[in-house]
T-cell receptor, first 116, second 107 residues
Framework: DGGITQSPKYLFRKEGQNVTLSCEQN?????MYWYRQDPGQGLRLIYY???????QKGDIAEGYSVSREKKESFPLTVTSAQKNPTAFYLC???????????????FGEGSRLTVL | AQRVTQPEKLLSVFKGAPVELKCNYS??????LFWYVQYSRQRLQLLLR??SRESIKGFTADLNKGETSFHLKKPFAQEEDSAMYYC?????????FGQGTRLTINP
């Protein structure tokens, strides 16, 4: 079954704790993205990566970190520095980079993070 | 600044009625625009892109450069059209999404 797999689907965290969200793709896509989805605010880009070992900040990168050690994996860490981490997080991939792609992103099912 | 605006957070129409979801963009060059859809309990997915000039599930969207709009239209709404719709704009380094419109089709 091809596509984007995000885990966990639901995650609870205490304040002050870091948490890592997993994103794996088997589509052989070069580019991967993390978006945050909040009601009434649409999707906001956190980080993106065009190739392995390279990534760039999006619009709301503060309090988040990522790595891209393998083409198929792009984990997102929500750190304790993120002021309002409770949200729905979406991972996506595309065939090529954001400046060149056709605009078609393939999304995972999302991870809902709740900070208690 | 590159921006996409969807003025309606919620839109409710009756089955069989025409539907129009509004999208306006802010960009000085030639834009590439898209509509994404998220049905209940499904992943966000591409619905259509303006360069393809295609009709998907009865939906069409025309780019109006004069009005900087890319409204999504369907002449006769179906109950299965109920979903969250996002207009998106291909910027220099990223895809920029609007705030989204939740469309509800009433029977």
């Amino acid at each position: 079954d091809g596509g984007i797999t995000q885990s966990p689907k639901y995650l609870f965290r205490k304040e002050g704790q870091n948490v890592t969200l997993s994103c794996e793709q088997n589509l052989n896509h070069d580019a991967m993205y993390w978006y945050r989805q909040d009601p009434g605010q649409g999707l906001r880009l956190i980080y993106y990566s065009q190739i392995v070992n390279d990534f760039q900040k999006g619009d709301i990168a503060e309090g988040y970190s990522v790595s891209r050690e393998k083409k198929e994996s792009f984990p997102l860490t929500v750190t304790s520095a993120q002021k309002n981490p409770t949200a729905f997080y979406l991972c996506a991939s595309s065939i090529d980079g954001p400046g060149a792609n056709t605009g078609e992103l393939f999304f995972g099912e999302g991870s809902r993070l709740t900070v208690l | 600044a590159q921006r996409v605006t969807q003025p309606e957070k919620l839109l409710s129409v009756f089955k069989g009625a025409p539907v129009e979801l509004k999208c306006n963009y802010s960009y000085s060059g030639s834009p590439e625009l898209f509509w994404y859809v998220q049905y209940s309990r499904q992943r966000l997915q591409l619905l259509l892109r303006h360069i393809s000039r295609e009709s998907i599930k009865g939906f069409t969207a025309d780019l109006n450069k004069g009005e900087t709009s890319f409204h999504l239209k369907k002449p006769f709404a179906q109950e299965e059209d109920s979903a969250m719709y996002y207009c998106a704009f291909q910027g220099a380094q990223k895809l920029v999404f609007g705030q989204g419109t939740r469309l509800t089709i009433n029977p």
